[in-house]
């Protein structure tokens, strides 16, 4: 047992802020960075998601190759190898002058990213002996919440002082005391005999990915799903993400073990996290321009009316653990997602008017249910794994994580895209013909031409809130019944109470709770 363990904890903790950070400080961001120059980029909507989708796919898509590369090479060089590239990454997207260049940097960052997140997991499951990993599992589950919390409303203060590009300037200190700790206190190790790397399997499971996004984010963009476009690069991705299936269940070295999978209560648990964060992240991607485009709050006010969501977490996941002691697994995350779906459905009643109390009961109570889903089912999926292994169990996790909250954002961002368009066409008759489609697009891009027509344009900002709301309405209910879907999925597959583990680290828990 490593008797600096619990300073080590925070360390890492330290670097699973940064990486967590950054999304949680864009998000307040985005309406500033969508807003004309000099102030913003002019970003339209498609571009944002395309912003935050660069990050999140090349994150996933390279996590199980980095968790890898952890064990073979050692997780301490990893993870300040990580800690680089990301901080430099940072530093360029800061200074982006299009929002074709802040996509490309955000990649980068998505690349640096994708070596910090698994291992940060790999190095606590080896400073800590199986009976503490729970406890500082939900510790590190935490994190997360705390990097919730702290984002918006740094992003606001920063937003209120300085330019767009400062949201992201904010990470290189810390990524500089990151790697000055982690350099002191953080001890080295590796699998003694790591898996070989699978580049193909890398490459069909990136280019799945971005061709499936690409098509749905298309798909919103045009408001026509049924595009010749949009069905064939969505066809397209689907093909490419079918054949790295069948490779990776042929290979000797696949970089997913699809055997995992066989186990219900392993599919489950991932399953579950793929679907949270499928749900929150579209939510919070339409839950920024409610309150700044409609209800005219600050990006500090935003980050400051969202903290009850992050602080939640902050609070209740690492006391998760207690309810899955009393009550089992199956009870505590069913709970928690149908409270989940419960607050998602809850959006739909929100207008320009709904007084901010309710608002942030309904944010206090998605990050209770957000935290009661998380840790147990992250604690369970890392558990599955031999200790050697905790790089690839990480990142196996983050890579549904990850891959949950990209289709979350595509999915539910298209949803929002193609309702608002459909709502807000036949106010746009005021705009000349040639610059409606790219008026209608968003919100932001409405209420633009509204602002250029003077007071002519009143009526038509005026319809700009109503389509927004009506649009996010029909997108919170997408994704509640997203929440649902899960809230049942591990109803029927989580076992009520995990049996205690035998033998040394190296069992398989959840095999043991599946049989």
Not at 212 to 228: C, E, M, N, P, S
Not at 313 to 329: E, H, I, T, Y
Not at 388 to 393: D, F, H
Not at 394 to 418: D, H, K, M, P, Y
Request: hydrophobic letters at 55%; a neutral charge; proline letters at 5%.
């Amino acid at each position: 047992m490593h008797r600096r363990r619990w300073v080590i904890l925070g360390v890492l903790m330290m670097s699973l802020l940064i990486v967590v950070l950054d999304n949680s400080i864009l998000n307040v961001a985005i309406k500033t960075i969508s807003t004309p120059a000099p102030t913003g980029l002019g970003a339209t909507q498609s571009q944002l998601e395309w912003a935050i989708n660069a990050y999140t796919l090349v994150f996933a898509g390279l996590l199980f190759t980095a968790g890898l590369l952890g064990d073979r090479l050692g997780r301490k060089k990893v993870l300040i190898g990580g800690l680089a590239v990301f901080g430099a990454g940072s530093a360029l997207a800061a200074f982006s002058g299009s929002p074709a260049e802040l996509i490309v940097f955000r990649a980068v960052m998505g690349l640096g990213a994708a070596f910090v997140m698994p291992a940060t997991m790999a190095v606590l499951m080896h400073v800590f002996e199986r009976d503490e990993q729970p406890r500082a599992i939900g510790i590190w589950t935490g994190g997360v919440g705390l990097a919730i919390a702290i984002g918006p409303i740094t992003g606001g203060l920063l937003l209120d002082h300085f330019w767009w590009g400062s949201v992201f300037l904010v990470n290189v200190p810390i990524v500089a005391l990151a790697v000055a700790l982690m350099l002191w206190l953080v001890p080295d190790s590796r699998d003694p005999k790591p898996g070989r790397l699978d580049p193909v399997g890398v490459v069909l499971s990136v280019a799945g990915l971005v061709l499936l996004v690409y098509g749905i984010i298309r798909g919103g963009q045009l408001a026509d799903f049924t595009d010749v476009t949009v069905l064939a690069t969505t066809g397209a991705g689907l093909a490419v993400l079918a054949a790295f299936v069948v490779f990776e269940k042929r290979s000797d070295h696949p970089s997913v073990d699809i055997s995992a999978f066989r186990n219900k209560v392993f599919s489950a648990s991932i399953t579950a996290i793929a679907l949270v964060f499928f749900a929150l992240l579209g939510v919070t991607f339409f839950t920024v321009f409610y309150l700044q485009s409609v209800r005219g709050h600050s990006p500090l006010e935003t980050g400051l009316l969202m903290l009850p969501l992050a602080a939640t977490q902050l609070l209740f996941a690492p006391r998760a653990r207690l309810m899955v002691d009393r009550v089992g697994s199956r009870i505590t995350t069913t709970a928690g997602l149908v409270v989940l779906a419960a607050t998602l459905a809850a959006f739909a009643l929100l207008d320009g008017a709904t007084p901010l109390w309710f608002l942030e009961a309904v944010f206090f109570l998605m990050g209770t249910g957000m935290a009661y889903v998380m840790t147990p089912v992250s604690v369970v999926v890392m558990q599955a794994l031999p200790r050697e292994k905790a790089g690839s169990a990480s990142a196996l996790s983050n890579t549904f994580r990850q891959v949950g909250g990209a289709l979350g954002i595509a999915v539910l961002g298209s949803v929002l895209s193609t309702a608002y368009r459909t709502d807000i066409e036949g106010a746009l008759g005021l705009v000349p013909p040639g610059a409606r489609h790219a008026a209608g697009e968003s919100i932001e891009a409405t209420l633009a031409v509204a602002d250029r027509l003077g007071p002519r344009g009143e009526p038509l900002a005026d319809a700009a809130a109503d389509a927004f709301l009506y649009a996010m309405h029909v997108t919170a209910l997408w994704g509640a019944a997203v929440a649902v879907l899960g809230a049942v999925v591990v109803a029927v597959f989580l076992p009520g109470r995990t049996p205690a583990p035998e033998g040394d680290g190296r069992d398989r828990a959840l095999v043991t709770a599946a049989d």
